[in-house]
DNA sequence: CGACTACTTGAACAAAATCAAATGGGGTGG
DNA sequence: CCACCCCATTTGATTTTGTTCAAGTAGTCG
């Protein structure tokens, strides 16, 4: 394990309020994976036996329904956790995990976290926190996709990217337009064109750069769309 | 409190694997409350106090949006649990609840809870299974709203309502028209037109009445349109 | 009876998906 | 180093889907 993956344990919101020794008593070294690009971390409807946590690159997450279809839930990246519900309840995973680039993360037995949560009331709590995080980024995608149009959802993404600046800013794209598109619910060729409208509201496009010319005005975008 | 109370209550996924004691203990009669249709229960963005308990009648949760556009999230019907999450992560309710017809809940205050969690493992357990199952929830609403058409949502809303039978059923809408537009993401005239629309594929409706000949074809029907 | 509300229907419009084709790097093998 | 291919992205044309606005129907409750 390196500093680095110790950094990013300590930082995910299942560890950080624990001590660097229930941590470590946790996180045996053998439980650290090295992953490469399309690697299928987690298939949904499998049993969970496994919590992870991302050290190093990006994950995504997708349910696909009978028909081949698929539609991307999140993507993860450093420090993030992902599948925690699942296996603590249903002991299935109720999506599947994808590699979307190299992909270094630490997994963790379930059998052993139900146990120590049984015996670690702050644990439990790390435990609780952690998904309700993830409850609440949900609840924001459903209120995002009922309510925001295409190019209004791609603004609102664009501005999460940039944080709370004002004025302009340059953001770059963390991963391939495809998979915002798809994270953002709708086609690249749709993803395309509401990137073409955001040129009349001071986005200037460069690869994977983007010039915003006032951060304010996309807000302001944002909310007449609605 | 009525014996139907407690009933709602020893149901609920929070309670249903803890001992009479400790539920009893739990659950001051003074908790539980009377609201009239169309009161909030609930504001999104205020501190999170409670964790409710429904027992009579139904709630919407809806999250809004700056510019007074609303989303609905979900229904809770009797034994079922809301505002879970909140009450133990961010302290702040992150979506209003409102009475959809007369409800009587149970009012779990929050701190007494997050107080319980820390010496009970079994409740801790318990609250993680509950708000998993909100996760899974929201993440098959979050495939649907993505994949499937207006119309095939509504299919896929009367198959979930009819259950596991096969052949012809009646099912009964649960509640108002509109809301069920809001909850599959639609306006209430895409509603009417995706329900006549179904009538293609053998339902027949009277008021809040549907008579599905077959429910396997309205299965293939959803499948179709992915 | 009359007002209210929920629901339905129609027509025009807007948004997004689809199909098809062009563009344009990035990397590989010659 | 260059030609070539692969893949992501863009663009155009068309169709599908869904919204909006407007009007009409019907049941309900006072």
Known sequence: MTPNDWQMIRKSALFNRLTDEAV?????SNAIVDVERGALICVQGEPAEHYHI???????LCRHSAHGQSA???????????????TLSSGVYSATAEAVSAVRLVKIDASNLRQRIGRDPELALSMLGSTSIHLKVLLEHVEK???????????DFIVSLAGPQTGSAE????YEKQLIAGQLGMTPESF??????????GVQVNRDRLEVKNIDSLREFIARSM
Chains 1, 2 share one sequence.
């Not at 953001?171 to 963390?174: F, R």
Request: charged share 20%; net charge positive; aromatic share 4%.
């Open 54 to 60: 991302v050290l190093q690159g990006l994950v995504k």
């Open 72 to 86: 991307v839930i999140s993507i993860h990246g450093p420090s993030q956790a992902f599948m925690e519900a699942e």
């Open 24 to 28: 470590r008593d946790f996180v045996t």
């Open 192 to 201: 395309s064109r509401a990137l073409s409208q955001l040129r009349r509201h």
């Open 171 to 174: 953001v770059v794209l963390p």
């Open 145 to 155: 996709l009922k309510i925001l149009t295409g190019p209004a959802r791609l603004a």
